[in-house]
């Protein structure tokens, strides 16, 4: 990510400096940032020295779940278009161009930025539990979408306005005749030092690493294609090095996120089946989360490949890494895969527009998901998460019970470890509501919490 280089002279350096500052932190005090910019390194930017990074491990900062940036005490790369929760301090790092962000050091900060993210992330869905029917279900899931929707997009929008000046900080560059790389001429190096006989698995996991990066782009996605890059990585899932599986995972899943081009030609690759084996198999659940973190942008929108994923099996195969040991942080996305799936589908089947493709519809009606729902019993996989510790898990727990309840109810109402939890986590939230509302938030996070199990019990009347 060397794009930097070839800065002209110090003077003209300092002169980037304080442009880069002024646009970007107009917003906010300067005086304590300044120190942060690695400036005397603006030179030694070297794409291995970047690559060596840390790649994010813990559960909540891996970086396929953000839309949203997850702010820690270290400073991280931002994405471009990821949204910055309130507070957090924002850098951009001369030495690699890139912007980052992390928590303010103050303990007060940090408790806001969970708050603001526990907010931001939880759907209620929102029905009258008395005359519930799967129309009405839709209906709900429709106007959740839709205001997840807009949310993002306003907060795209106040992101974008914040970084906007990147693209005229690159016309300022350019003409002081500071030479940047393209991405494409980025990629073709990353690709070319991936494939080499002569890199070490180092080597190779770095270029992956740094490839992530530039795929998330639509158009560089399509580029990658194009340059062979995206078969080399469906190719790199059969490797025999686990880190290698699990970075070409990784890589494939960011260029299929969201991209119908490269989704046809990865199934057409055999990536499916291969990240299938992945998941089927023994393997370190470092890999596994990426395969399924691949799989889940290759399934999403795409009703070919989830007929597909049907077909081989692999409904079956996600069902059985809940039997496994040591998978359990899985589970809740996997959850959360199949909540989208389930959803998407029955926003296509309601939706009344005349505009949508008849194809789709076509392949959607043959994507056959809710039988194989209930016949390998999702509805007790899920609800058994809803006795997790952690609240985002039993939030997305609640949100799957409810668009399952239609066909679950039977089996949900037999069920009297599921009532006893409902009941516990009802007398939990009732407890943690109080004590938010009593710090005068009104909407908070456990009020929500509270009212999707309220739902859910009244739903099983
Ligand atoms: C990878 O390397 C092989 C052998 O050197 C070569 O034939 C192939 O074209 C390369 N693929 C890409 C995408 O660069
Ligand atoms: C990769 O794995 C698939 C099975 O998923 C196997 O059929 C294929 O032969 C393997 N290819 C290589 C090059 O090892």
């Known amino acids: 990510m060397s794009h930097w280089a070839g800065l002209p002279s110090a003077a003209a350096k300092v002169n980037l400096l304080l442009l880069v500052v002024a646009v970007l932190f107009s917003w906010s005090s300067l005086s304590d940032r300044v120190p ?47 949204a910055v929760p309130a507070g957090s301090h924002v850098r951009l790092n001369l030495q690699t161009g890139e912007r980052e962000a992390k928590l303010p050091d103050s303990e007060d900060g940090k408790s806001e930025a969970r708050e ?44 974008r306005k914040k970084f906007r000046p990147i693209e005229q900080l690159k016309e300022e560059f350019e003409k002081l005749n500071v030479k940047m790389e393209t991405d494409y001429e ?44 995206l078969q080399l990585v469906i190719e790199g899932l059969n490797s025999t090095e686990a880190a290698l599986k699990e970075h070409a995972a990784f890589v494939l899943g960011a260029a299929l996120s969201s991209n119908p081009k490269v989704q046809i030609e990865a199934i057409e690759g055999g990536a499916l089946q291969k990240l299938l084996v992945i998941l089927a198999t023994e393997q370190p659940l470092a890999v596994k989360k990426k395969a399924l973190f691949a799989l889940s942008s290759m399934l999403r929108h795409f009703p070919y490949a989830q007929q597909q994923f049907l077909k081989l099996g692999g ?38 527009q005349e505009d949508q493709l008849e194809e789709k519809i076509l392949q959607y009606r043959q994507v056959r998901l809710v039988p194989a729902v209930v016949e390998q019993d999702w509805c007790a996989a899920v609800s058994g998460l809803l006795a997790a510790p952690e609240h985002d898990t039993r939030e997305k727990a609640l949100k799957t019970v409810a668009v399952l309840m239609a066909f679950c109810r039977e ?30 938030d009104k909407d908070g996070y456990f009020g929500e919490l509270l009212g999707s199990v309220n739902t859910v019990i009244q739903q099983l009347g």
């Open 186 to 229: 980025i990629m073709v190096k990353l690709i070319s030092k991936f494939n080499s006989s002569a890199s070490t698995l180092a080597d190779k996991v770095a270029a992956l690493y740094d490839l992530e990066y530039y795929v998330h782009q639509v158009d560089n996605a399509k580029d990658f294609l194009s340059m062979g890059g």
């Open 116 to 159: 603001e993210r526990r907010r931001k992330r939880l759907a209620k869905v929102d029905v009258d539990a008395n005359s519930f029917t799967s129309q009405e279900l839709k209906k709900a899931l429709a106007k959740l979408k839709e205001s997840e929707k807009a949310e993002r997009k306003a907060r795209e929008e106040e992101v």
């Open 315 to 352: 409904l079956q195969v996600l069902r059985s890494l809940f039997r496994q040991k040591g998978m359990e942080t899985l589970h809740v996305r996997v959850v959360t895969l199949l909540y989208d799936l389930i959803v998407e589908k029955l926003l296509l089947e309601d939706s009344q």
């Open 411 to 440: 089996r949900y109402r037999r069920d009297r470890a599921l009532s006893s939890t409902l009941g516990l986590l009802r007398r939990e939230y009732e407890e943690l509501a109080a004590q938010e509302r009593s710090e005068g």
């Open 36 to 82: 942060e910019f690695a400036l005397t390194k603006i030179e030694e930017s070297d794409l291995k020295d970047d690559s060596g990074k840390e790649p994010l491990t813990e559960d909540d900062a891996d970086p396929e779940d953000l839309e949203v940036f997850y702010p820690t005490h270290q400073w991280q790369t931002l994405r471009p278009g990821q």
